[in-house]
């Protein structure tokens, strides 16, 4: 997927509640082992490093640097318009 793709998914992810903004409750990151990525839904390898967010509802999202970049501009956007 290109940049503008996984950015236009997650601005859908964001709108149908299936991804949130501010309900991060820890951020790791380390290397991949082979999860899909959230945003991109491509597998996050072991060469990878892989974003891991721990959510209050318990649930875990797992991004790519630039998934997890482009959630956060996607988020900040969120907050400031609304």
């Not at 949130?20 to 945003?39: I, M, T």
């Not at 721990?54 to 318009?81: F, K, M, Y």
Request: with cysteine; net charge negative; aromatic share 4%.
């Amino acid at each position: 997927m290109t940049p503008e793709e996984i950015r236009l998914r997650i601005r859908d992810m964001l709108e149908t509640g299936d991804i949130p903004c501010n309900e991060a409750d820890k951020v790791w990151a380390g290397r991949g082992n082979g999860s899909h990525c959230a945003a991109c839904t491509e597998p996050i390898g072991p060469t990878q490093i892989e974003f891991e967010i721990d959510l209050q509802s318990g649930a875990v999202l797992r991004l790519h640097p630039a998934c997890h970049a482009i959630w956060r501009e996607e988020c900040e956007s969120l907050t400031a318009n609304g």
